[in-house]
């Protein structure tokens, strides 16, 4: 990866000021991005390290793991899903809200534990059959082999935990699915076998849209349950219940909700889902996932990301948390430590990225595919194109059949996520499609149902879909060449499609120019979001920077929906044809430019 001079308006890392026993700042979102979910822990035995894992959805690989030792500074250091043998059934999710959904993450006895749901969520009225709740185990997160492959246990709901009393008892506690519910159940467990005892209701919540995310925390001889209500929009709320015995009766905090931003005007909303941990000087911490939205709720693109903030949480007592907003202050932090062993960069450091696909494999862990990739279908830097990533077209393109099921041959398709309000991401393409419908591109991509494309396409000349114009904005057509083919011949265009539940422009194609066409010349395609709400799209000659023209100019409301985050890649794909041209891209750029924090 090569480091360049930071820019203007950010600064060189999480930046948490502090000093010898004084309160700290740190600003939030820590971890910027599709991060929902948060479940950490503090691990004293493995070096006074700070773990935490992530909700990842359809998205592989999956559930990613962050490590810090300082609370400022957050390293990818791998994930839990790595290995298509440890859960196949990933490949078969149907719908873009299904897959992997709030891991809950513990060490015990000299063990990581994740337990955590894979859910179908095609048909959420009457079918829970498919909801398949899992364990998975490893003694070296750092090491991906270490992982075990799924351990089932048979539960109709999700957001489960493990939770290990301190007569040896072990037990889970998860949301029962709401059709039935809305209710905590809890039950014993033997987290090797999956096998589980009789589910009983723990608690019923105070009264919110589907408690769910329940977290248990021994302390002064009671039990707490921490858990999220009002669903994960903007009435999404932190409640909390104690009891003398594990299987209750929990009696509701009078204090209630203990965390949310609901109706309030802050630009963080949407805060839920909590887990508390400590640190070494026993202070208590809180993460939280949030969308950086305001109260309008309408441009989000990064979906839901992980927020932190400082509790102060007195012997017997209920907690009292610090209300998320940009900058915090909190207790002091260790002081600053970057050694962090791991695979991945550091989420939270606003460092350009440009990558070059040196070989061999695997290509950079921060990098991700939709379901299990296709691993032929990536190859960094072929014999004939060093420092590029040959991408093998799949059939389907990124929408699949219908936005739901992708089938065994899967989507090409590979991406980073988009962490800054403000950034440029382009890279340069060397394609030269020969059959109809063929495609290279590049993507804002949220779900299969919402996302935005700029692609080059081989179509008919004179048959671009739905183009307003025939030309690429700004160009004359001495220019653009046209007029020069016949009718009907296959010629190179970009395109721009959207899809969305929410309007999207409609699809543009324009031929390519002439001047752009000539063997062995490439393009750059850029992407950037030059504010707050806005895309632009862009394509140009390479290296000529002055002809480059922009194509489409959309809004992200788009890709604002649910409960993934934007994704920004290239994908290759027939369109359903039989096209089988590789694509080849080289200098992948992703350069932050602002954070929105208020
Ligand atoms: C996916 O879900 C849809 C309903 O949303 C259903 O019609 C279809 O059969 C499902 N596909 C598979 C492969 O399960
Ligand atoms: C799972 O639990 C449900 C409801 O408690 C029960 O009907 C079903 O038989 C169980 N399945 C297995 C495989 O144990
Ligand atoms: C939860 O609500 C159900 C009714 O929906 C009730 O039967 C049950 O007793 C309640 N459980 C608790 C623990 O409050
Ligand atoms: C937000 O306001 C609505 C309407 O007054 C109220 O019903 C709801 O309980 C409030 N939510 C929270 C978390 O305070
Ligand atoms: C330091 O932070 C904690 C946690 O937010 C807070 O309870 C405490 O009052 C702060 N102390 C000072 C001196 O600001
Ligand atoms: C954001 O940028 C788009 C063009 O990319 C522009 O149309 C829109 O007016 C801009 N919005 C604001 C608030 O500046
Ligand atoms: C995706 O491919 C299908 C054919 O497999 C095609 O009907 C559809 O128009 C394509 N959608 C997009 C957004 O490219
Ligand atoms: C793809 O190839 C098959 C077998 O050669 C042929 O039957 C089919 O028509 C082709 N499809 C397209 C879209 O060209």
């Known amino acids: 990866m090569f480091l360049a001079p930071l820019l203007l308006g950010l600064s060189a890392c999480a ?144 957001d489960t935990e493990p939770f290990w009393d301190e007569d040896g008892k072990v037990y889970i506690t998860g949301a029962h699915a709401w059709h039935v519910g809305p209710y905590i159940q809890q039950a014993e467990v033997n987290l090797d076998t999956g096998a589980v005892g009789e589910w009983r209701v723990i608690w019923n919540g105070t009264g919110g849209m589907a408690p769910e995310g329940p977290h248990i925390y021994r302390k002064d001889g009671w039990y707490y349950l921490l858990a999220a209500e009002g669903g994960t929009g903007v009435d999404h709320m932190v409640t909390m219940a104690r009891s003398k015995s594990i299987s209750g009766p929990y009696e509701s905090n009078p204090g209630n909700p203990v965390l949310t931003n609901a109706n309030t005007t802050s630009y963080f909303q949407t805060v839920g889902h909590s887990d508390l941990f400590h640190d070494r000087n026993g202070n208590w911490w809180a993460v939280a996932l949030s969308t950086r939205s305001g109260p309008e709720y309408l441009h989000y693109p990064m979906g839901r990301e992980t927020v932190m903030t400082a509790v102060s949480w007195p012997k017997g007592e209920w907690p009292t948390f610090t209300p998320i907003s940009g900058e915090m202050s909190g207790w002091p932090m260790p002081p600053e430590q970057t050694d962090i062993r791991g695979v991945g960069p550091y989420v939270n450091h606003n460092t350009p990225e440009h990558l070059t696909f040196p070989p061999p494999p695997p290509l950079p862990a921060h990098l991700t595919h939709w379901r299990y990739p296709i691993p032929s279908s990536y190859t960094p830097s072929p014999l004939s194109h060093p420092n590029t990533l040959r991408l093998t077209p799949s059939r389907l393109n990124l929408t699949a059949l219908n936005g739901n099921y992708a089938g065994p041959a899967g989507q090409t398709f590979i991406a980073r996520r988009q962490q800054h309000t403000l950034f ?102 850029e992407v950037r979001a030059g504010n707050a709400s806005h895309y632009v799209f862009s394509v140009g000659p390479e290296g000529r920077r002055s002809e480059r023209r922009t194509v489409m100019e959309v809004s992200n409301e788009g890709v604002s929906w649910g409960f993934t985050g934007t994704l920004l890649g290239i994908y290759a794909t027939s369109n359903g044809g039989n096209g089988t041209t590789p694509a080849y891209f080289s200098d992948w750029r992703y350069t932050p430019v602002e954070q929105f924090r208020d």
């Open 15 to 158: 930046s948490a000021s502090r000093g010898h026993g004084q309160n700290s700042t740190f600003y939030n979102p820590i971890f910027p991005g599709f991060y929902p979910d948060p479940s950490c822990i503090y691990v004293p035995e493995r070096d006074h390290t700070f773990f935490c894992a992530s909700s990842s959805f359809n998205a592989f690989p999956g559930i990613p793991i962050h490590a810090s030792k300082d609370l400022q500074n957050w390293k990818l250091i791998g994930h839990v899903l790595n290995r298509k043998e440890q859960l196949p059934r990933l490949a078969e999710t149907n719908r873009s809200t299904s897959g992997i959904w709030a891991p809950a993450l513990r060490f015990h006895d000299d063990t990581f534990w994740l337990v955590t749901t894979l859910v179908d969520d095609d048909r959420p009225q009457e079918d829970f059959s498919r909801w398949d709740n899992i364990i998975f185990k490893a003694k070296d997160p750092y090491n991906p082999k270490s992982w075990s492959n799924a351990v089932h246990f048979n539960f109709t709901g999700y």
């Open 424 to 525: 440029s991401y382009s890279v340069t393409l060397d394609f030269t499609p020969s059959t109809a419908d063929e495609e290279a591109g590049v993507t804002a991509f949220l779900t299969q149902n919402h996302h935005l494309d700029m692609g080059i396409v081989l179509l008919p000349r004179g048959a671009a879909a739905g183009a307003a114009a025939s030309l690429l904005p700004g160009l004359s057509p001495e220019e653009e060449g046209e007029g020069e083919g016949k009718k009907g011949e296959l010629i190179p265009h970009v395109r721009f499609r959207g899809e969305s539940y929410i309007a999207v422009p409609k699809a543009v194609a324009y031929p390519l120019p002439r001047a752009w066409r000539r063997p062995g010349g490439k393009l750059v395609l």
